[in-house]
């Protein structure tokens, strides 16, 4: 009955969606749903809401997402980005480069408002050879591309820990894998922008690293601080704010405006809503369960445990899989190891993209004016191929372990 009920609430916000509804209004229509098809108290419901409204996880994702933005109206009055894409375009000559390494570089920082830095930069590479939609996935694609595998975000990190897997040994693991993503996301999409940006060949190289230095620094400086700390998004940000208030000499009448539109206030509902969902769902019980139903089917372990962690993660988030399925998954094949670590990062990885629960796609989706449904239509065809060549790869490393 589970997995009848949680399609029916996802068959809800997906007909939503369709009817080019915003997403937050999806995402209630999921709420309601799952409280009446799992026939929560009303009370018991709102409080839910409330308390996933009101978590610290939500309350450090809109700040964060506000000082990003904060950041970002910064980095754009003083041109820092169309420094940064002038710069590459010196260095490689290339507009596919621009398309990708702007929103990979800029994503290397671990929050959801990354993507609003790294648009214009995607918008100018692309110009009128691909199509909005396209904008949307090369944005969305190459920003998340370091999630997959760097410690710096919260759910490889807390994997890793409870995996027990070597850290070092992971990443370079996965390297491999965000090579197969870098030519994915390029075949699809890429190539269809033309190489040539149209501008002569730069002779002076050093000053075009410095100038992309200049103009990402405060990117830079936010995930050294990040991972140097381990703090929150948001209060890393706020003292490279203070530092680029300094060093790059603004005046109070220039920075006020920028406290009101820092504010996105489309985005900060989505993002609330979308939390609420979650603490809904988690509520259910619904992700401890999922296991109970994969184990009766006549199909090895390491495959029950990759549609588990596909599945649970469309439904909850990364992180919620993570922390509720992989000790499990490790008790049931201990030796597991760094292959089935690969494995069950990659599914999670390549769920997240088109999850209605990540907060990012929302984000990106309002920014350019497309659907949800259009960036998973794009997300597809590699979805398709990553987990073919992902699972292959993982069998592979398996057999080496052996």
Same mark, same amino acid.
């Given at each position: 009955m589970?997995?009848?009920?949680l399609?029916?609430i &996802?068959t809800c916000?997906?007909?939503?969606?369709?009817?080019?509804?915003?997403l937050?209004?999806?995402?209630?229509? $999921?709420?309601?749903?799952t409280?009446?098809?799992? #026939?929560?108290?009303p009370f018991? $419901?709102? #409080?839910l809401?409330?308390?996933?409204?009101?978590?610290r996880q939500?309350?450090?994702?809109?700040l964060?997402?506000y000082?990003?933005? &904060?950041?970002q109206r910064?980095?754009e009055?003083?041109?820092?980005?169309?420094?940064?894409? =002038?710069?590459?375009s010196?260095?490689?000559?290339s507009?596919r480069?621009?398309?990708?390494a702007a929103?990979?570089?800029? $994503?290397?920082?671990?929050?959801?408002g990354?993507v609003?830095?790294?648009?214009?930069i995607?918008?100018?590479a692309?110009?009128?050879y691909?199509?909005?939609?396209e904008?949307?996935?090369?944005?969305?694609?190459?920003r998340?591309?370091?999630?997959?595998f760097l410690?710096?975000?919260s759910s490889?990190?807390?994997?890793i820990?409870?995996?027990n897997?070597d850290?070092t040994a992971f990443?370079?693991g996965?390297i491999?894998?965000?090579v197969?993503?870098?030519l994915?996301?390029y075949?699809?999409?890429v190539?269809?922008?033309?190489?040539?940006?149209? *501008? !002569?060949?730069?002779?002076d190289?050093? #000053?075009?690293? =410095?100038?992309l230095?200049?103009?990402?620094?405060?990117?830079?400086?936010?995930?050294?601080?990040?991972?140097?700390?381990r703090?929150a998004?948001?209060?890393? /940000?706020?003292? /490279?704010i203070i530092l680029?208030?300094?060093?790059?000499?603004?005046?109070?009448? !220039?920075?006020?405006?920028?406290?009101?539109s820092a504010?996105e206030?489309k985005?900060?509902?989505?993002?609330i809503?979308?939390?609420?969902f979650?603490?809904?769902?988690?509520?259910t019980?619904?992700?401890?369960?999922l296991?109970d139903y994969?184990?009766?089917l006549?199909?090895p372990s390491?495959?029950?445990f990759?549609l588990?962690?596909?599945?649970g993660?469309l439904v909850?988030?990364?992180?919620?899989?993570?922390a509720?399925?992989l000790? *499990?998954?490790y008790?049931?094949?201990?030796?597991g $190891?760094l292959s089935?670590?690969?494995?069950?990062?990659?599914m999670t990885?390549?769920a997240?993209?088109v999850s209605?629960t990540?907060?990012c796609l929302?984000?990106?989706?309002e920014h350019?004016?497309?659907s949800?449904?259009?960036?998973?239509?794009?997300?597809?065809?590699?979805?398709?191929?990553f987990?073919?060549?992902s699972s292959?790869?993982?069998?592979?490393?398996? *057999?080496l372990?052996i």
């Open positions: 589970d997995i009848l009920k399609l029916l &996802f916000i997906v007909a939503i969606m369709k009817a080019n509804k915003p937050y209004l999806s995402i209630i229509a $999921g709420i309601i749903g409280i009446i098809l799992y #026939k929560i108290n018991q $419901g709102a #409080k809401v409330i308390n996933g409204a009101i978590s939500t309350i450090d994702l809109v964060a997402f000082f990003i933005t &904060f950041l910064m980095m009055k003083r041109g820092h980005l169309m420094l940064a894409e =002038k710069s590459l010196n260095l490689f000559n507009r480069v621009n398309a990708m929103p990979f570089i800029i $994503g290397l920082l671990p929050s959801a990354a609003l830095i790294a648009s214009p995607v918008d100018n692309g110009g009128d691909i199509s909005k939609e904008k949307t996935f090369i944005t969305s694609y190459f998340h591309i370091s999630e997959s410690p710096t975000y490889i990190l807390l994997a820990n409870l995996a897997v850290m990443v370079l996965m491999p894998m965000v197969v993503l870098f994915l996301g075949f699809f999409y190539r269809r922008i033309p190489k040539e940006t149209g *501008l !002569e060949r730069s002779n190289k050093m #000053k075009d690293i =410095k100038n230095i200049i103009a990402l620094w405060p990117i830079a400086l936010t995930i050294t601080i990040i991972l140097t700390l703090i998004v948001h209060l890393a /940000v706020i003292p /490279v680029s208030f300094i060093l790059n000499k603004f005046n109070f009448k !220039e920075i006020k405006p920028m406290f009101v504010i206030s985005l900060i509902v989505t993002t809503v979308i939390m609420s979650k603490e809904v769902l988690t509520f019980g619904v992700i401890e369960r296991p994969f184990k009766v006549p199909i390491v495959i029950i990759s588990i962690f596909f599945l993660t909850a988030g990364s992180q919620a899989m993570i509720l399925a000790p *499990l998954a008790a049931t094949m201990p030796n $190891g089935l670590m690969i494995l069950l990062m990659c990885y390549i997240m993209q209605p990540h907060i929302a984000i990106v989706t350019y004016g497309t949800f449904i259009n960036l998973v239509k794009k997300t597809m065809p590699i979805l398709i191929f987990v073919i060549i292959l790869y993982s069998y592979i490393i398996n *057999l372990q």
